[in-house]
C-alpha cells in the first residue's frame, strides 16, 4: 500500500504514561482537523489472543524468550496489516501504543534475544515497517514501579518480573534512542502529565510540518 499518512509510537516503560500520552495527542490532533487513529498491540482478535496468553500470571508452563519474541511479532504482523497500513495508505495519522522497539527492548534486552535475530524477523515479517517518529517516554523504574502500585492494579507477567529485568529493558530503551536520534525523541517523563503532553504536541505537530501532512476533512475513531 502506499503510505501518504505519519505514523508515531510510544515507546518506555510500563508506568511511564504512554496510554494517557497516546490518549491526549489524538484529542488534540482530532480536534485540529487531522484524520486519526490510535492503536494498542491487543486491538485485533490474534492481538487480544497473543496478549492474553503472554500476560497472564500463571502458565502452565513458563514461556521462551523467543516464544513470546515470535507471538508478539504475530500479533503485530496482524496489526500492521488489518489496521496501521490501510490507515496509512488513507492519509491518517496514527498513534501507537508500542511496536518494534518494544520487542527490541523486552524479549531483546530484557529476555536476551538476539538483537539482529530480532530486526531480521522484523524486516521478514513486517516489511521494514518503522513509526515516522517515535516518542521514548523516559522515566527511572522505581518511579515507574511507584505508579503502577500507586494505582493498585494486578500487575501482568512482564509488569511483574524482577527489578533487573526492567533495568535492562530501559538499558535497551536507552541504547535504541542513542542509535537512532532522528527517529526517536527522547521526552522526560517525570514531569507533570501535562508538560509532557505540551512537548508531545510540539514535537509532533513540527514533525508534521516537514512531513507536509495537513488536517483532513474527514474524521476518523
Given amino acids: ?42 486491538d485485533t482478535a490474534l492481538g487480544e489472543v497473543v496478549s492474553g496468553i503472554v500476560l497472564q500470571h500463571q502458565l502452565s508452563a513458563s514461556l521462551q524468550p523467543w516464544t513470546e519474541a515470535l507471538l508478539f511479532n504475530a500479533g503485530r504482523v496482524q496489526l500492521l496489516h488489518e489496521v496501521i497500513l490501510p490507515a496509512l495508505s488513507r492519509g491518517a495519522v496514527v498513534i501507537a501504543d508500542r511496536f518494534t522497539d518494544s520487542t527490541l527492548a523486552y524479549q531483546g534486552g530484557g529476555r536476551g534475544v538476539d538483537s539482529e535475530a530480532l530486526l531480521h524477523l522484523h524486516r521478514d515479517c513486517c516489511g521494514d515497517e518503522w513509526p515516522d517518529l ?88
Fill in 134 to 221: 517515535t516518542v521514548y517516554l523516559d522515566l527511572a523504574y522505581s518511579v515507574a514501579a511507584q505508579r503502577q502500585h500507586a494505582q493498585q492494579l494486578p500487575l501482568d507477567r512482564i509488569e511483574g518480573a524482577p527489578d533487573d529485568f526492567h533495568g535492562r529493558v530501559q538499558a535497551a530503551f536507552d541504547r535504541l534512542a542513542a542509535e537512532h536520534p532522528a527517529r526517536i525523541a527522547r521526552i522526560d517523563a517525570g514531569r507533570p502529565a501535562v508538560s509532557v503532553s505540551q512537548e508531545v504536541m510540539r514535537l509532533v505537530q513540527q514533525r508534521l510540518r516537514i512531513a507536509g501532512a495537513t488536517p483532513s476533512p474527514v474524521a476518523a475513531g
Fill in 1 to 42: 500500500m502506499t503510505r501518504t499518512g505519519f505514523f508515531v509510537s510510544f515507546e518506555g516503560l510500563d508506568g511511564a504514561g504512554k496510554s494517557t500520552q497516546v490518549a491526549v495527542l489524538g484529542a488534540a490532533l482530532r480536534a485540529g482537523g487531522y484524520d486519526v487513529i490510535t492503536v494498542r498491540p491487543n
